[in-house]
C-alpha cells in the first residue's frame, strides 16, 4: 500500500483525519466520563492507540480507542478500588490497561486468531445491522438537541420516546443535524468528491457560532477541550491490586479480541484485502499496553467511529494518524476550537455513517438461499442491539456450533449404484434408476466419524443391508468425506465389524484418507479388518468384489468397450 501511495490518497485521509478528529475528542471524553474518570484521560486513550496501531495494525482503516463495552467494566472494577481518589482510578486504569495488553500479545503469540473462523457471514452482516441499529436509535436524541443516559438499544429506545414526549426536543439543533444529513447524503450521491462529512461539521460550527445558537437557542455544543499531553508513566499497583485486576484485565482482552476480530473482518473484506488474524491481536495488544504507560485506559475496536473514517473517505491509516496528531494539536494549541461545534452534527455524522454499514441486500440474499444462517444472522442482530456486541456475538457463535454438531451428527448418507452414461458411483435415491451391484453395498457417509455420530453410522449400514435387494456380501463405505475417526467411533466400528462379521458380510473401505487410516491403525482396526479390504477407489473395490466372488456384472462402460457405438 505504501507504494502505491500518492497525493489523492493522502487528500482523502486528510479530510476523513479532520472529521474524526471532530469526533474522537467528544467521543472520547465521553467514554472516560462512563468509566468514571477524568476527561482528559479519555484524549490519552485516543491519541496513543491510533499512532501506535497505525505502525502495527493490519487494517487499513480500523479505528481504535476507548470503547462501550469496556467502559462498564473497567468502572465496575477500577471506582470501588480507587474509593473516590480520581488520582489512584486513572492509575488503576492505566493498569489494567497494561495487563489486558499483555494477555492480547500472549494471544498473538499463541496464534489465537484461528478463533474468528468461527466467525460466518451471517454474523458479520447481523453484527452490523446490530451495530447500525443501536447507534441509530442511540444518536437521534442528539439530533433532537437532548441527552438520554444508557447505552443499549432498549434503554436508548425508552429516553427517546419519554424526551419527545417530555417535549425536550430542540428545533433549532433539529434543524443543524436534517441540515447536515442532506449535506453528506447530497454529496455521497451527486458530488462524491467533496468531502461531505467535513463540510457539514465545519459548516455546522460556523453557524452555531456566528447566530450565537448556544445562548439564544441553547444548542448543546462539545466545549473547550481539556489542555495537555499525556506523559510515559508506570502504573504503581500493590500485588494484591494486581491480583484484583487480573480477572478484569482477562475480561477486557477477551472482549477486545472478540469484537475486533469481527469488525477486522468486515471492513478487510469489504475493501478486498486480507488481514492477519494474529498480527491483528497482537496490535491490539500493543495498543493497550502503550496508552497504560501513557495515562490512557483499555482500548478496542470502535464500531461507530470506523464507519465514519470509511464514509468520510478513509483510505489507510493515514487518517487515523491525522486523528492522533489532530487530537494532540488540539490540546496544546487550540483547545478551544470545538468550542462551538453542536452535538447534533455529531449525531448525525454518526448516522449517516450508520447507513454505510447496514447489511440489508445480503441478508435478504441469505432468506432466499438459506434460512437457517438467515435466522443465525438476525439472532446475532438482536443480541447485539439488546444484549450487547460481545454478548450478541457468542450468542451467535453458539448456535452456529450448535448447526455444525448438528449437520455433522446427522450427516447426509447413501446408498450408491451405477448410472447409465453417468461416471461413478451415486445416490440411488436420487436416481432410481441407477443399477446395484448383487451382493455388493456401497454405503457413503459424508462427515467425521465421532462420538455424537457413531451409533448413527452403525445404524444406517445395517439398515442399508436389511433394505439391499440381494443378501450381501460386502459393504463397501465410501470413506472418502470421513475426515476423522475418535476413540469412541473406533469402538463402534470394532463392533459392526463383528456384528457385520456373523452374518456373514465382509466390511471394507474405500478412498479412506491417510491420516485417518493411521488413527485406524493405532485403533488396532486396519489389521483386524485386513489391509487388502482397504481399496483406494471405489472402482477398485467392485472389481475385487466382482472377481473375487464371481458375481455376473456389466456395467455400461464395460457394455460400451464390447459394443462401440458407430462414429455418427
Same mark, same amino acid.
Not at 1 to 7: D, I, L, S, T, W
Not at 121 to 129: E, S
Not at 161 to 172: D, E, M
Not at 215 to 220: E, G, S, Y
Given at each position: ?7 489523492a490518497?493522502?487528500?482523502k485521509?486528510?479530510g /476523513?483525519?479532520? %472529521?474524526?478528529?471532530? *469526533?474522537? @475528542?467528544?467521543? &472520547?471524553m #465521553?467514554?472516560?466520563?462512563?468509566? +468514571? ?5 479519555g484524549l490519552? /486513550?485516543?491519541? %496513543?492507540p491510533?499512532? *501506535?496501531? @497505525?505502525?502495527? &495494525?493490519? #487494517?487499513r482503516?480500523?479505528?481504535i +480507542?476507548?470503547?462501550s ?9 477500577v471506582?470501588p478500588?480507587? @474509593?473516590?481518589?480520581?488520582?489512584r ?6 493498569a ?5 495488553g499483555v494477555?492480547c ?8 486468531g484461528f478463533?474468528?473462523?468461527?466467525l ?11 451495530i447500525?441499529?443501536?447507534?441509530l436509535?442511540?444518536?437521534l436524541?442528539?439530533v ?10 432498549l434503554e436508548s429506545?425508552?429516553?427517546l ?12 439543533a ?11 447524503f447530497?454529496?455521497k ?22 447566530f450565537?445558537w448556544v ?6 455544543v462539545?466545549g ?6 499525556p ?5 504503581a ?9 487480573m480477572?478484569?484485565?482477562?475480561a477486557i482482552?477477551l ?5 475486533m ?5 468486515i471492513?478487510?473484506?469489504?475493501g478486498?484485502?486480507?488481514?492477519n488474524?494474529?498480527q491483528?491481536i497482537?496490535?491490539l ?7 497504560g ?5 483499555s482500548v ?5 467511529r470506523?464507519?465514519v473514517?470509511?464514509?468520510a473517505g ?9 486523528g492522533a ?8 494549541f ?6 462551538h ?10 448516522i449517516a455513517?450508520?447507513w ?6 445480503n441478508v ?23 444484549l ?5 456475538i457468542?450468542i451467535?457463535?453458539?448456535i452456529?456450533?450448535?448447526?455444525l454438531?448438528?449437520r455433522?451428527w446427522?450427516?447426509?448418507h ?11 458411483y451415486h445416490?440411488v435415491?436420487r436416481h432410481?434408476?441407477a ?8 454405503f ?10 457413531a451409533?448413527m ?6 439398515r ?23 476413540s ?9 465389524y463383528e456384528?457385520?462379521?456373523q452374518e456373514?458380510i465382509?466390511l471394507c473401505f474405500?478412498?479412506?484418507?491417510g491420516p485417518?487410516?493411521?488413527?485406524l491403525?493405532r485403533?488396532g ?9 482397504f481399496?483406494?477407489t471405489?472402482?477398485?473395490?467392485v ?9 455376473a456384472?456389466?456395467?455400461w ?10 462414429a455418427?
Open positions: 500500500m505504501v507504494r502505491n501511495y500518492n497525493r490518497i493522502f487528500a485521509d486528510l /476523513a483525519g479532520l %472529521v474524526l478528529t471532530a *469526533l474522537l @475528542a467528544p467521543v &472520547g #465521553s467514554y472516560a466520563e462512563a468509566t +468514571g474518570l477524568s476527561p482528559i484521560y490519552y /486513550a485516543t491519541i %496513543v491510533l499512532l *501506535l496501531y @497505525a505502525v502495527f &495494525g493490519p #487494517s482503516i480500523l479505528i +480507542g476507548p470503547d463495552a469496556l467502559a462498564a467494566l473497567i468502572a465496575a472494577t471506582l478500588m480507587a @474509593a473516590g481518589d480520581p488520582v482510578a486513572a492509575s488503576l486504569a492505566a489494567l490497561a497494561l495487563m489486558g494477555f500479545m500472549l494471544a498473538g503469540l499463541a496464534r489465537f478463533i474468528t473462523d468461527l460466518s457471514k451471517p454474523i458479520r452482516y447481523g453484527y452490523l445491522n446490530g447500525a441499529l443501536t447507534l436509535v442511540g444518536q436524541p442528539k433532537l438537541g437532548f441527552r438520554i443516559q444508557g447505552g443499549s438499544l429506545a425508552q429516553g420516546f419519554q424526551g419527545v414526549r417530555a417535549g425536550q426536543t430542540n428545533l433549532t433539529l434543524v443543524i443535524g436534517t441540515g447536515c444529513l442532506v449535506v453528506i447530497a454529496c450521491r451527486w458530488i462524491p468528491r467533496l468531502p461531505g462529512v467535513l463540510l457539514a461539521v465545519v459548516g455546522a460550527t460556523l453557524a452555531v457560532t456566528y450565537d445562548t439564544r437557542a441553547h444548542v448543546a462539545v473547550v477541550l481539556p489542555q495537555g499531553l506523559v510515559f508513566s508506570v502504573p499497583i500493590s500485588a494484591g491490586e494486581l491480583s484484583q485486576l480477572a478484569t484485565a482477562v482482552a472482549v477486545s479480541i472478540a469484537d476480530s469481527v469488525l477486522s473482518r471492513y478487510a473484506a469489504r478486498k484485502y486480507y488481514v488474524d494474529n491483528e497482537m496490535a495488544g500493543l495498543a493497550n499496553v502503550a496508552t504507560l501513557f495515562q490512557g485506559f478496542s475496536s470502535s464500531s461507530s470506523t464507519p473514517a470509511e464514509s478513509a483510505r489507510t491509516q493515514v487518517t487515523g494518524v491525522i496528531v489532530g487530537i494532540a494539536v488540539l490540546l496544546v487550540a483547545p478551544t476550537l470545538m468550542e461545534l453542536p452535538t447534533a452534527a455529531l449525531g448525525a455524522v454518526v455513517a450508520c454505510t454499514i447496514l447489511e440489508i441486500q435478504k440474499r441469505l432468506y432466499h438461499l438459506r434460512r437457517e444462517e438467515f435466522v443465525l444472522s438476525n439472532v446475532c442482530l438482536l443480541g447485539v442491539a439488546l450487547g456486541v460481545v454478548q450478541g457468542f451467535a457463535v453458539a452456529a456450533l450448535m448447526l454438531v448438528w455433522a446427522r450427516p447426509y447413501a446408498v450408491l449404484g451405477r448410472v447409465d452414461r453417468m461416471k461413478g445416490d435415491s432410481p434408476e443399477k446395484r451391484i448383487p451382493g455388493l453395498v456401497l457413503r457417509w459424508d462427515a467425521p466419524l465421532f462420538f455424537a455420530n451409533e453410522f452403525r445404524e444406517r449400514v445395517l442399508a443391508v436389511s433394505t439391499a435387494p440381494t443378501p450381501t456380501r460386502w459393504l463397501v463405505a465410501a470413506a472418502e468425506p470421513v475426515t476423522d475417526v475418535d469412541t467411533a473406533a469402538d463402534v466400528l470394532a463392533e459392526l456384528e457385520l462379521q456373514g465382509q474405500a478412498e479412506i484418507k485417518v487410516k493411521d488413527h491403525r485403533y482396526l486396519f489389521d483386524k479388518i485386513g489391509s487388502d479390504h481399496f483406494p471405489l472402482g477398485s473395490s472389481e475385487r468384489y466382482v472377481a473375487t466372488h464371481q458375481v456384472w456389466l456395467d462402460e464395460d457394455a460400451l468397450a464390447l459394443n462401440p457405438q458407430p455418427s
